[in-house]
């Protein structure tokens, strides 16, 4: 009888653990959810992001479509990472850039915002001529330990004649670092 009630004690102990773990490993699990807004110009898109019991919505993107976004780890330790390029009327194009934390304590806030313009297109009179002042601006985005952007900047003089090229102003290539914890 002895050896029986042992083997039950033990057995309540393994299963206790093991739904434990189970709890623990469901609460860890990111779930996503995106939701676009069909036929709308000027509408974000919608991401539900779920962690266990917690749930919020991130909102971004542009024509109704969802925020592009991933999981990253930066030092060991995860976030979810969310960005997209939006243009505005009159040729304006922004690059949106954010890391979120998805621990308990502050969920989805942002711990990290940065926002670049692309391309600007700037109309101007020179000397009578039409002329479109245009900066493009590329950026690479690396993870390692923070997060690097490598970015090109090129400024052009482009007059407005059929058949005349662009003239290049000014390039620039330079890198910004940001640490993460």
């Known amino acids: 009888m002895k050896i029986k009630k042992m083997n039950v004690k033990y057995l309540i102990t393994i299963l206790i653990l093991c ?26 898109g919608s991401l539900v992001v779920e962690k266990g019991s917690l749930s919020d919505t991130i909102y971004g993107g542009q024509w109704g479509n ?27 194009a922004v690059m ?15 711990i990290f915002e940065k926002t670049f313009e ?13 002329v479109n002042y245009i900066y ?25 004649i059929e058949g005349e090229q662009c003239d290049t102003l000014f390039e620039e290539s330079y890198i910004d670092f940001y640490n993460i914890n």
């Open 19 to 44: 739904i434990s773990f189970a709890n623990a490993q469901q609460e860890s699990k990111v779930n996503f959810k995106e939701i676009e807004s069909m036929d709308c110009r000027a509408c974000y």
């Open 66 to 92: 969802v925020v592009n976004y991933k999981l990253i780890k930066i030092k060991d330790k995860k976030y979810l990472n969310t960005y997209y390029r939006y243009g505005y009327a009159g040729g304006s």
């Open 96 to 110: 949106v850039y954010k890391i979120h934390s998805i621990e308990q304590d502050n969920f989805l806030e942002p």
């Open 118 to 130: 692309l391309y600007v297109e700037t109309h101007r009179d020179y000397n009578d001529l039409p």
């Open 136 to 160: 493009e601006r590329t950026v690479d985005v690396k993870l390692k330990n923070g997060i690097e952007f490598d970015i090109n900047l090129k400024i052009s003089y482009c007059p407005e």
